[in-house]
């Protein structure tokens, strides 16, 4: 019964590295397809997105039977309910590789270019914290996973220089307006992968340690 | 044992339901600060933001005491996990609120007031969603839940007819261009907040009949 249970929860973190992997294929299609001026990957994104949705509905099935026959507890436990909170978080992600896409494609049309460096860095930034979320998960590594929270910041400074930018390159003249806006929306979707990140870093740490890092608070269960 | 257990999923159950009566009011206050120009309001929906997260952290530990202590099956798991999924998505809830009530702020503050029925709209849907969203769960009414999710589509479209009627009110003045990013952050705010009450009524239908009916699926566990 014990060994099963490991073979289940070694099965359990494949699947969910499987989808941790679509994920990080999405967010680099889209971003590519916005970075390239490559309209032809925004498709890509959309059929991998199908795949990320299927994998959500097979982990949350995976997860309620290993809690139905194992009744796991302590550590086990901690694990299986991070699995379910990481896939819900992977799952949004997808979605916001999608908005991406969206966007991205509107703003190739407008032809109307501006640079924005911050944007470039959030990628780095966000491809960065979406990887090492994952990484911690398989490693159970607490500090990787801390090292992924604290990345956010800079992500949330990014954000907001992206939106000062924009600001005054839209004052400039009403044809900035549309790209501008499409170019923020991207920028709130990078910001959002970077609060998933997040998330997952959290329930990492939760599932290894116990400890509940949310809100600035620390609970031991 | 087996009352034991009721008992227990009843306190869960009120637990779960005080939770979404501060998203309510946290919703209420940052829209009404909002739409009756009342400032001094947005403090408050801090201060409940606050009481959501801690409600937020004591939830997560129930369930994984209910999960640990009694081997919940079936439909008893089924509510267990629905709750710890739902608990996210209403932790989050009052972050939108947050959110609403910042740039409702900043709107306010740059005193160029702009007609934006839709956004009225917005307001009056995804109240009641978020309402029904929750009397569903405690009633375990799926009707009420399918009901919830057919007017998320009604949301959406106000939300892209805010940003069109945006777009050109930004198009007539630079000085335009700040407040209706503010407002663009709103509509975006209220748009996720009917999110995430479509994922609350998916999960109470998951919660009473096991069924799955997410992508455009249905799988039954």
């Not at 379910?84 to 991406?100: A, F, P, S, W, Y």
Request: glycine share 4%; net charge negative.
């Amino acid at each position: 019964m014990e060994r099963h249970f490991e073979v289940k929860i070694e099965e359990l973190k494949r699947i969910l590295v499987l989808m941790g992997a679509y994920v990080e294929k999405a967010l680099e299609e889209a971003v590519d397809a916005l970075l390239k001026e490559d309209r032809s990957r925004f498709q890509k994104v959309h059929d991998i997105e199908k795949k990320i949705n299927d994998e959500q509905l097979r982990i949350d099935n995976f997860c309620i039977e290993l809690l139905a026959k194992q009744g796991p507890v302590a550590r086990d436990l901690r694990f299986i309910v991070a699995v379910i909170k990481i896939n819900t978080d992977l799952e949004r992600m997808g979605d916001q590789c999608v908005n991406i896409a969206y966007s991205g494609f509107d703003y190739l049309q407008s032809n109307v270019p501006v640079e924005s460096p911050e944007i470039a860095q959030m990628v780095l930034d966000v491809k960065a914290m979406v990887k090492q979320s994952l990484d911690a998960f398989v490693q159970g590594d607490e500090a990787m996973a801390q090292a992924v929270m604290l990345m956010d910041d800079r992500v949330d400074e990014n954000k907001n220089a992206v939106l000062r930018r924009l600001e005054e390159w839209m004052k400039k003249s009403p044809e900035h307006i549309k790209p501008a806006l499409n170019l923020i929306s991207i920028a709130r979707s990078l910001e959002r992968l970077g609060d998933h990140a997040t998330n997952i870093a959290e329930d990492v740490i939760f599932a290894s340690s116990g400890r509940d890092i949310r809100h600035g608070k620390e609970s031991r269960l």
